[in-house]
């Protein structure tokens, strides 16, 4: 890893401080500075309404040219500095729980203001190609269910999504780890939880 290790942790749920994946988000940064000193840390809360959903001027701004009015020109802005975020991050820590099967919409209006032709990916004669290579995600999917395998993984749109927008602007080393079963019970809870944080605890330490 870098000697200055720059992180960019993003939340996405809506519960707050009853959030397991803002949970498992916040103790991966806390083993990320236990082991880096002088780790420089960004953190977008998405659940506290940080990025507002696109709309007409938004989707006209993000696909480039002068911006016609002040809200396109604020939501431009808004997308300079999260693409700068990414650009700057080593590595990526994004809480993503699953809602209805897929990400929540907070989550994917951050990737609607990322996702930007010709400054995070561009159009080849070989197809897209990603420009913010060389860093590293680590996902924390968080789960009422269980997705990551049985009958119900057909259902899950959550990690397909997120590799697939993720790898589009070139972030290819992705490491999912998952705290399924929230919603069997306390103690069903309590061990997936638990089991998440240990292999996040061996992630961040390999």
């Known amino acids: 890893m870098p000697s200055t ?10 519960l707050g401080d009853a959030s397991a994946s803002n949970k498992l988000v916040n103790d991966t940064v806390e083993q990320l500075k236990s082991r880096n000193a002088d780790l ?3 953190v977008r809360d998405l ?4 990025v507002p959903h696109l709309d007409l001027d938004g989707a006209t701004a993000i696909r480039g040219g002068e911006p016609a009015n002040a809200a396109q020109a604020a939501a431009q802005k808004l997308s300079d500095e999260l ?7 080593d ?7 699953m809602y209805n099967f897929g990400i929540p ?16 990916f561009r159009y080849t004669e070989a197809g897209p190609e990603g420009l913010m290579t060389g860093k590293r995600a680590i996902v924390v999917a ?17 990690e397909p999504h997120l590799r ?37 605890e061996e992630l961040v330490a390999a």
């Open 91 to 97: 590595v990526l820590v994004i809480g993503a729980p």
């Open 5 to 14: 290790l720059k992180v960019l942790a993003i939340t996405s749920s809506a």
């Open 164 to 200: 697939t927008m993720l790898g589009f602007i070139g972030i290819t080393d992705v490491t999912f780890v998952y705290a399924e079963k929230l919603a069997f019970g306390p103690e069903a809870r309590e061990a997936s939880i638990g089991e998440a944080e240990r292999k996040l």
């Open 40 to 42: 420089q840390l960004t």
């Open 142 to 158: 968080t789960r009422g269910g269980l997705y990551s395998e049985g009958p119900a993984k057909p259902m899950d749109s959550q």
């Open 47 to 50: 659940g506290a309404g940080q």
């Open 83 to 89: 693409i700068a975020e990414v650009k700057a991050a």
């Open 105 to 120: 919409s907070t989550l994917k209006s951050w990737f609607d203001y990322v996702l930007r032709a010709g400054v995070t």
